[in-house]
């Protein structure tokens, strides 16, 4: 009798607290009927048991600590390794020499809708958003930085770039004398130039972690929310627009501000705050000389991901540290996204982090008006003629005037005539050779 009693005691119990979860999902599912936009940008609404299955989802992380990371690397390309060149070829291979045991997988062009549809679909993380948003965008660079996101959080271990070399195996990633268990997520400093942080165009890229490569456990809450700050931020830009998400246009710093490099050290200063419940910026990684381990986000050196720089004392890359070798040939992608460029001083990255030449770029742009026709024509020749000097450029639109000046023959002593072409005729240095020379 005690026995029955018990049972149908611990029975009532069970039924109030199931039936009060259960009154809780329905009355945050009504306030989503209620509440929640049924219009969308993107096509088809979604509807709100989508985006209660959302918010339930984002609620069910799963424990990232106290594991280690999987054995598994992860690059994107156009075309799958049976068809690479021999130049990517070589890179990826020096990922699977150095690192036997590990599986090797590369997302293409064709097979990366597949695999976010499969992970974000409805038999995955059932995220309707993502999957739709990643359909429709057409801006290349912006798929290829949230691809590799949306691959980290799902499945975790190594993301690297397609001309990115491994030096070292990725086990050197974590050092010894840190616990594998207690990371999380593994990056490395990019750039370091926090003297440029007042700059009104470099200030917001001075500071930045490398996401070109990149180790991270899968489920790590630090990359859902870089996610959905994108996710946010297309959104917003869609608006803004007023045009599908596949019409969008963006410029070079549009998309490194909004899912390049600078979104990614944003969201993860942001992160490192939230578990510490210290304010964490930049200086913490300022001239880092050793890893450091903030919450269960591990910092590497500049030199581990990001060796063989020009700034940010990144060292070389036949140092111990010196995970990686970025060779930058797939990075093309910038050539397609519009950054100002003056007529006759370039732009202002040509200056490649060096205080001289950025100091004589924002002089001279501010001083152009003040120029004469004459003192212009003299610049933008400058720049013509070392153009031509770096990259063998051929100047059409100087072509005529040297033609005329080589028919009308030379004024002087053999001099050229002032009216010849300004690629020949000044010897007004390039802004670039300015900041050599000082």
């Known amino acids: 009798m005690t026995i029955n009693s018990t049972m149908h005691t611990n029975t009532s119990r069970r039924f109030r607290k199931n039936f009060r979860r259960i009154a809780l999902v329905c009355i945050a599912y009504c306030l989503l009927v209620l509440f ?42 156009n075309v799958g390794p049976l068809f690479f060149d021999e130049r990517e070829l070589n890179r990826s291979r020096t990922w699977v020499s150095e690192n036997p045991g590990f599986l090797y997988e590369v997302l293409t062009d064709d097979n990366g809708l597949q695999y976010v549809e499969t992970r974000y679909g409805p038999d995955g993380l059932n995220r309707p958003d993502i999957v739709e948003i990643y359909r429709e965008l057409s801006l290349v660079i912006i798929k290829a930085d949230l691809l590799r996101y949306l691959v980290m959080y799902a499945d975790g271990g190594v993301y690297s770039d397609i001309d990115v070399e491994a030096l070292k195996p990725v086990n050197k990633f974590v050092p010894a ?8 997520l593994v990056i490395g400093v990019e750039i370091d130039e926090p003297s440029f942080a007042n700059h009104p165009t470099l200030g917001p890229k001075c500071r930045t972690f490398c ?3 990149f180790m991270s456990k899968p489920r790590a809450p630090v990359l859902l929310k870089l996610i959905d700050n994108i996710i946010n931020w297309l959104e917003t830009t869609v608006k803004a627009q007023r045009v599908p998400i596949s019409n969008i246009t963006l410029s070079f710093d549009e998309v490194i501000l909004g899912t390049g490099p600078s979104a990614f050290t944003r969201v993860i200063l942001d992160e490192m705050s939230s578990q510490t ?55 093309t992608w910038d050539s397609k996204h519009s950054r100002y460029s003056h007529p006759a001083y370039g732009m202002l990255e040509e200056c490649g982090w060096n205080s001289t030449c950025v100091k004589l770029w924002d002089d001279h742009v501010a001083g152009w008006d003040k120029l004469t026709d004459d003192q212009r024509r003299d610049a933008i020749g400058a720049k013509a003629r070392a153009d031509n000097k770096r990259f063998g450029w051929h100047l059409p639109e100087f072509e005529e005037e040297e033609n005329e000046a080589a028919e009308n023959g030379a004024t002087g002593k053999g001099e050229p005539d002032k009216s010849s072409s300004p690629a020949e005729g000044s010897d007004t240095p390039s802004l670039q050779e300015k900041a050599a020379q000082a």
């Open 36 to 77: 929640y936009p049924q219009a969308s940008l993107f096509g088809p609404s979604f509807k709100a048991t989508d985006v209660l299955n959302r918010v339930l989802s984002q609620q069910s992380h799963l424990k990232v600590s106290n594991t280690t990371f999987p054995k598994k690397i992860w690059q994107t390309w």
């Open 177 to 184: 004398r840190f616990d594998e268990r207690d990371v999380d």
């Open 211 to 213: 996401q070109w490569t």
């Open 277 to 331: 419940g210290e304010h964490i910026t930049w200086n913490y990684f300022h001239l880092l000389s050793e890893p450091k381990r903030v919450g269960n986000i591990l910092v590497l050196t500049v030199d581990a991901f990001a060796a063989g720089q020009d700034h940010s004392n990144s060292g070389f890359h036949n140092s111990t540290a010196a995970m990686v070798k970025h060779h930058f040939h797939a990075s």
